[in-house]
């Protein structure tokens, strides 16, 4: 820590190329991890209905088999290939084999990781909570693009993050108490499933997936139930407004769904920087306290 106080630019700068490395895994784990739930959901329904003769799926496919490879010729991507950005770059973002376009969404999560990580260490400095709040990062982008590609969020990203937000409130390692902690997780969860089912019963139709209950109840056992409003706000303000530009320029309905996880991942992730000053410049400008 020592040397982090005599150089306070070097942790900012250890965070970017960490999330430079690690945002290259997040794009594996944003392909790969839906298709792992679905070949989970295909091999359960072929061993509990057999009747049905569905085909259970072939082959080991996970986080790190088989190799990744282009899509189109299918030849494995060779190590110097997966250079984080400097790939992308030098191969002029097309397939060293057959000259396939590489989606430039690649280097962009590379370089949103990077960027989210190093503004994490910028506005609070090196500690445990830091460091914690750059694996929340981590965890809050590949749900993110997860929900924008499928319209999921993953309970294997969703729950882990929640435990480890009340395990940080018990270690005393967040600046929030386990208590808060812990009315965070319950409200969170509550709150949108209240909404829930008081839209059901009112249009007949689900206004949102259980995901997003679990990823609000992951951003309550993080940042405590004060927060919560706040992050409800902006989430339903951005979302509504993104959401009606997306159908716009679509050309979709009204009625069409869209992922509402992706904006409270934003809020979160706001309030989880600057949800006290935000709080705090309300208070005084608005009602004077």
């Not at 990062?137 to 309970?155: E, G, H, Q």
């Not at 259980?210 to 706000?233: E, M, N, S, T």
């Amino acid at each position: 820590m020592d040397v982090f106080s005599y150089y306070p630019w070097l942790f900012p700068t250890f965070a970017a190329v960490f999330g430079l490395i690690v945002g290259s895994f997040l794009n594996v784990v944003i392909y790969r991890l839906p298709i792992m739930m679905e070949r989970g959901w295909r091999e359960e329904c072929a061993d509990a209905f057999p009747e049905y003769k569905i085909t259970p799926p072939e082959g080991k496919f996970n986080l790190s088999v088989p190799r990744s490879a282009c899509p189109k010729c299918h030849t494995p991507i060779r190590i110097i290939d997966n250079i984080p950005v400097l790939s992308w770059l030098l191969l002029k973002g097309k397939c060293h084999h057959c000259t396939h376009k590489i989606s430039a969404r690649y280097p962009l999560i590379e370089l949103l990781t990077a960027a989210m990580s190093a503004a994490v260490a910028l506005q609070l400095g090196y500690s445990e909570y830091s460091l914690a709040l750059i694996i929340f990062t981590f965890l809050l982008i590949s749900a993110t693009f997860i929900d924008f590609d499928t319209m999921l969020l993953p309970d294997q990203l969703t729950l882990p993050l929640m435990w480890l937000g009340i395990a940080l409130a018990l270690l005393g390692i967040s600046p929030i108490s386990l208590t808060d902690s812990v009315i965070g997780a319950m409200a969170g969860y509550l709150c949108l499933w209240s909404i829930f089912w008081l839209f059901k019963l009112l249009t007949g139709k689900e206004g949102m997936g259980y995901g997003d209950f679990k990823l609000l109840a992951a951003l309550g056992a993080w940042l405590g139930w004060q927060h919560l409003p706040l992050i409800v706000l902006m989430s339903s303000v951005v979302g509504v407004l993104f959401g009606l530009i997306q159908l716009r320029m679509q050309k979709k309905g009204i009625d069409v769904a869209f992922p509402f996880g992706p904006y409270l991942a934003i809020a979160g992730w706001i309030s989880a920087l600057w949800g006290e000053q935000i709080i705090h410049y309300y208070l005084v400008s608005y009602i004077g306290m």
